[in-house]
């Protein structure tokens, strides 16, 4: 749904439409106590519980004649008026295990925050940019325009907080790794960090981030490997170990898995497999694979791709 230009998730809607509602319900229900109350009209209360709501300490000049029972209904407006932002979503879900906080909302940054809203984990989305951070709202979780590089600005945002951090800035290497350094004085236990250039990356190794990647050089070398039509599918685990989708070369067709003997002789392993009329399960020593089926094979990255070049 879009609304003034901005695109907002049904359930940011549907919250918002509940807000509204119970703010409506606690204003009338307590315009109508005032009036049996204390006897005044219904537009003079009216204003007496809308300013008491939103704790904005305007009057029509009726509060110091109030009884004590409408002074009581208005101290509970004003509680509910500012007991949101003592327990807002912020503060929650700050605390959840499963959230993570996106510094970068460019490309990457943020096709890596849509997915992980789209997969149930709430995102604190941070950019320096105003019209990115505007683009976004309503969006992620939560989306706030601020300066990564500076740790109070982080301890504000209780990003300290959070399990896991990504750093997805994208052309600022500076940037990058001041951030990075922050968040590691900072303690977060969990650190991502994407990396512009091979000597970026050895700078954050250096400096102790978790997890580096390399989002262009990882595709590269996937497209490659689909582009040669060796895989179906190939995708690099961690540097030295890799995955891939092939169909089975002649050397394991028609005998069980256990007995090719390919853990020895090629240095890989069939973890899995399907046929054109099954859903995918997991493979053991009794497995057969025929021509048409397809396998999963994973090991050191030489020997699956040489596995791969097989027909």
Do not use: C
């Not at 315009?31 to 209360?45: C, E, K």
């Not at 890799?242 to 067709?253: D, F, G, H, L």
């Amino acid at each position: 749904m879009n609304i003034f230009g901005k695109r907002l998730s049904r359930a940011v809607h549907r919250q918002a439409i509940a807000v509204v509602l119970m703010a409506m319900g606690a204003v009338i229900v307590a315009t109508i106590a005032l009036m049996l109350v204390t006897g005044y009209p219904f537009d003079r209360v009216l204003f007496e519980a809308v300013s008491a709501f939103g704790t904005v300490g305007l009057s029509t000049g009726i509060t110091y004649e109030l009884p004590p029972a409408a002074e009581v209904i208005l101290a509970a407006l004003m509680f509910l008026g500012r007991i949101g932002p003592l327990f807002s979503e912020k503060s929650r879900r700050i605390a959840e295990a499963d959230s993570v906080a996106v510094i970068g909302l460019g490309r990457f940054g943020s096709a890596l925050a849509e997915e992980l809203m789209a997969s149930g984990t709430e995102v604190l989305g941070i950019d320096v940019s105003e019209e990115i951070v505007q683009s976004f709202n309503g969006v992620l979780t939560q989306v706030v325009r601020a300066d990564s590089t500076k740790e109070e600005v982080l301890r504000q945002l209780a990003v300290d907080q959070f399990d896991r951090v990504v750093v997805a800035i994208g052309d600022d290497v500076q940037a990058s790794t001041l951030t990075a350094s922050v968040l590691l004085h900072l303690n977060v236990p969990v650190i991502w960090a994407k990396a512009i250039g091979e000597q970026h990356g050895r700078i954050l190794e250096q400096l102790g981030v978790h997890h580096v990647i390399f989002p262009e050089k990882d595709m590269g070398r996937r497209v490659a490997h689909l582009v040669r039509g060796a895989a179906m599918d190939y995708l690099e685990v961690e540097r030295g170990y890799a995955m891939a989708k092939i169909s089975p070369p002649q050397v394991i067709r028609g005998i069980p898995l256990g007995q090719t003997g390919i853990r020895k002789s090629h240095g890989i392993t069939v973890t899995a497999y399907k046929t054109l009329a099954e859903q995918w399960r997991n493979a053991d020593n009794q497995t057969v694979v025929n021509e048409g089926d397809t396998i999963l094979i994973v090991g050191p990255t030489a020997q699956v791709e040489a596995f791969a070049q097989l027909r």
